[in-house]
């Protein structure tokens, strides 16, 4: 299975910062990277696709880059609602992985 | 607006099976292929398996051998069964829809999931 690390594990910030996680392939996966956004006793909620592509209706203070085997999510001005866990996760192969996560706290 | 409704037992024992269902309300079923994912309590998540309209089944190798996913097209609605489930079992279980921008070889991301079941394996 592809290994996929995330980090920081978690990163404090505060209202207004960009901030930005990184995600590391165990091999090379194109850009078939999603990131997803979770809150406590929620679904995910699909922010990014194919690396970079944003999904209809999330704001466009995130955005996603990279490829091959390094990938990053940034919001570029945080909001109160943006605190939350993250996952990417690779869609190159069977099975599809998710990285460990990381959790965006408030400073 | 799609919706998906899903349900099941929450309580099981040890080496009982594990039974979810989740139905597809408000949109095509048959244009994607449809997922559970499962998530222990405080860590990440892991995808258990996949299916599509006409029955084409994907499942991760670390579960292959206690699962099942199967799908009722006259009612827009597919299932998860997990055998001789343990304790490691215990865990919030989604299903999810795959999303269609993607490749011929490859897995799938997930653009809609539902609200999850947890399920908990204890004696």
């Known amino acids: 299975d592809i290994q996929m690390t995330q980090s920081p594990s978690t990163v404090s910030a505060s209202v207004g910062d960009r901030v930005t996680i990184t995600c590391r392939a165990s091999?090379?996966?194109?850009?078939?990277v999603a990131w997803y956004q979770q809150k406590p006793g929620k679904a995910p909620k699909l922010l990014i696709y194919k690396a970079s592509s944003l999904e209809s209706g999330v704001p466009s203070r995130f955005s996603g880059s990279g490829s091959g085997t390094e990938f990053t999510l940034t919001i570029s001005s945080l909001q109160p609602d943006d605190f939350a866990t993250y996952y990417c996760q690779q869609y190159n192969s069977y099975p599809g992985t998710f990285g460990q996560g990381t959790k965006l706290e408030i400073k | 607006q799609v919706q998906l409704q899903q349900w099941g037992a929450g309580l099981l024992k040890p080496s009982e099976t594990l039974s979810l269902t989740c139905a597809v309300y408000?949109?095509?079923?048959?244009?994607?292929?449809w997922s559970w994912i499962r998530q222990p309590p405080g860590k990440g998540l892991e995808w258990i398996g996949e299916i599509n309209h006409s029955g084409s089944t994907n499942y991760n190798p670390s579960l292959k051998s206690r699962v099942t996913i199967s799908v009722d097209t006259s009612k827009n609605q597919f299932s998860l069964k997990l055998s001789s489930v343990t304790a490691a079992d215990t865990a919030v279980y989604y299903c999810?829809?795959?999303?269609?921008?993607?490749?011929?070889?490859?897995?799938?991301?997930?653009?809609?999931w539902g609200r999850g079941t947890l399920v908990t394996v204890s004696s």
């Open positions: 408000g949109g095509s079923f048959s244009s994607y292929y």
């Open positions: 999810a829809r795959g999303g269609v921008d993607t490749a011929v070889v490859t897995s799938r991301y997930f653009d809609l």
């Open positions: 091999q090379s996966i194109s850009s078939w």
